[in-house]
C-alpha cells in the first residue's frame, strides 16, 4: 500500500517569509493532488500534478513534482495570514484509490 | 453546478446505536469515495463505490458498510456505535476514471456520547 510522509506536520512562520512543505511517498504514482483544509471545514482542491517535471503556481503557492525521487513540494512564497490552513499532499494509488498524507498545520502570523 | 452534498451535517448519537449518512455526489459522477478524519489518526479510507459496486474497501470493521444507488447517492452506515467512532465523516466524488481528484462534501461531524 502507499505510504505518504508529510512534513512538517506543523509549520509556524511570519508573514513575509517563505517555506517549503515535503510530501514523499512509497511507491510509483502518476498524479497527485494537493489539498487545502480550513478549521471545521472540507477539502479544497488546489493543485493536480500530472507529471514528472510538473509544476503548477496560484497566487503564493507553488507546487511540483519528481516522480522519480517520489517527491512533491508545496512552496509558499511570502506568506500571509490567509494562506493559515491544513495542507495534504493525495499521490494516486492503484485502483484509483488517493492516499492522504498527515496533514501540515500551517499558521502564518500577522 | 452544484456541489457534493452531505446530509446532516451534525449528529449527536450513543454509544451502541447506529447511524446512516447520506452523500449525494456531483451530477455525472459515478464514484462516491468515503474518508474518516480524526485529529489523531488523520484521513482513513473506509470505501469507494462506483456504479453500485463497492470498488475499493479500507482497513475498518464490519460495523462499518455503505451502498450506491442507481443515481449514484451513496449512504454510509455504522452499527454499535463506539466512542472512538466520533470523526468528521467526509465524502468525495468523482467521474470514477482516469485517477481524477476529489471533489468534497462539507461532511458529517458525528460524536458519539
Known amino acids: 500500500e502507499l505510504k505518504v510522509e508529510q512534513n512538517p506536520l506543523f509549520l509556524s512562520m511570519q508573514e513575509g517569509k517563505n517555506y517549503t512543505i515535503y510530501c514523499n511517498y512509497s511507491t510509483t504514482s502518476d498524479r497527485l493532488y494537493w489539498y487545502r483544509q480550513d478549521p471545521g471545514k472540507s477539502l479544497e482542491s488546489l493543485f493536480v500534478?500530472?507529471?514528472?517535471?510538473a509544476v503548477k503556481q496560484e497566487g503564493r503557492l507553488m507546487a511540483s513534482l519528481d516522480t522519480k525521487a517520489r517527491l512533491s513540494t508545496l512552496h509558499i512564497t511570502a506568506a500571509v495570514h490567509d494562506l493559515s490552513a491544513t495542507y495534504f499532499c493525495?499521490?494516486?494509488?492503484?485502483?484509483?484509490?488517493?492516499?492522504f498524507g498527515s496533514g501540515t498545520k500551517l499558521n502564518v502570523k500577522p | 453546478k452544484a456541489g457534493v452534498t452531505q446530509t446532516p451535517r451534525y449528529l449527536i448519537k450513543t454509544r451502541g446505536q447506529q447511524v446512516t449518512l447520506s452523500c449525494s455526489p456531483i451530477s455525472g459522477h459515478r464514484s462516491v469515495s468515503w474518508y474518516q478524519q480524526t485529529p489523531g489518526q488523520g484521513l482513513q479510507f473506509l470505501f469507494e463505490y462506483f456504479s453500485e459496486t463497492q470498488r475499493n474497501k479500507g482497513n475498518f470493521p464490519g460495523r462499518f458498510s455503505g451502498r450506491q444507488f442507481s443515481n449514484s447517492r451513496s449512504e454510509m452506515n455504522v452499527s454499535t456505535l463506539e466512542l472512538g467512532d466520533s470523526a468528521l465523516y467526509l465524502c468525495?466524488?468523482?467521474?470514477?476514471?482516469?485517477?481524477?481528484?476529489?471533489?468534497f462534501g462539507s461532511g458529517t461531524r458525528l460524536t458519539v456520547v
Open positions: 500534478l500530472l507529471s514528472n517535471g
Open positions: 468525495a466524488s468523482s467521474s470514477g476514471g482516469g485517477g481524477d481528484g476529489y471533489t
Open positions: 493525495a499521490p494516486k494509488g492503484n485502483f484509483n484509490k488517493f492516499y
